[in-house]
């Protein structure tokens, strides 16, 4: 008899494009041989080029959702990504608050086109009621300077700032502050910087998604056991090999690029 794959959740917005939102988590905990189950927040209308539409839905809704995959499925590991306001935040810990799993929450608050995806009061609420619950949080630069209120820190202060704000570890990512040709991903952790720096990748490839690409399957090697240092390093490099990988799709006035998931580049290591 087959031992049942791990089952991770994911609580996050539905992207039309596919390439950010649920959906992308969905394929990297697949391709990681995971069982995925989603629970959606918000109906985004939208493509790696726009914005078009944001439709949350009901609090009421998304506890239901929630509620009942919990009262179905032993769940591992849990991914948050996109909350629409903070009611949602608030009714979402009371449910994982009793969970005994990693939580890896992803607070995207900015699509990659620069549009605002979350109601203003919703950054406090993550940090009141969900971080606290959180193994890991996965802000970029411009998500960690609205989660911390200030932007007079250098990267690597504001990531140990907000992990001593909210007693967990905190992992920059180095997508806005890259420089001499490099990326470093910042982890603050048990009141140390671990740095994780990788050679920039020459792509043309859409940014879109990556922030989720990445927490998911940082998500996905904690459910499969992995230590926090090991599961950031092995999620950096999925992400790494999806940037490098990427699909073109055909667009009435330019090529449209995006991120490729494969089942062997789940388990591989730099």
């Known amino acids: 008899m087959n031992s049942s794959p791990p089952v991770a959740l994911t609580i996050a917005g539905f992207d039309t494009s596919c390439g950010a939102g649920l959906q992308a988590d969905l394929l990297t905990f697949h391709h990681h041989g995971l069982h995925p189950l989603t629970a959606a927040t918000t ?39 996109l909350l629409a306001n903070a009611d949602q935040a608030a009714a979402l810990a009371t449910l994982l608050a009793p969970l005994r799993v990693p939580i890896v929450l992803d607070p995207v608050g900015i699509a990659s086109t620069g549009d605002s ?21 996965t802000p970029n630069l411009p998500e960690a ?57 020459e792509t043309e ?9 990445l927490s998911s399957a940082i998500a996905a090697q904690l459910a499969l056991g992995s230590s926090l240092l090991e599961a950031v390093e092995r999620g950096r490099h999925y992400l790494r090999q999806a940037l490098a990988h990427h699909h073109e799709f ?21």
């Not at 109601?119 to 959180?134: M, N, R």
């Open 43 to 81: 109906l985004v209308a939208e493509t790696p080029l726009q914005v078009v539409e944001l439709a949350p839905v009901s609090t009421a809704f998304l506890q239901q959702q929630v509620a009942l995959l919990l009262e179905t499925y032993a769940v591992q590991v849990v991914k948050i990504g």
């Open 117 to 137: 995806l979350q109601s203003p009061e919703t950054a406090k609420a993550l940090l009141t009621h969900l971080a606290p619950l959180s193994l890991l949080m």
């Open 250 to 270: 055909p667009h009435p006035s330019r090529p449209l690029l995006a991120l490729r998931h494969s089942p062997s580049e789940a388990t591989t290591n730099d």
């Open 205 to 213: 490839a859409s940014l879109h998604g990556t922030g989720c690409v």
């Open 145 to 201: 300077r609205q989660l911390a209120g200030r932007d007079d820190l250098a990267p690597a202060d504001l990531a140990l700032h907000l992990a001593e704000t909210t007693g967990q570890a905190m992992l920059l990512t180095g997508g806005h502050h890259r420089a001499q040709g490099e990326v470093t991903d910042l982890l603050a952790f048990e009141g140390q910087i671990h740095r994780f720096v990788s050679p920039e990748i």
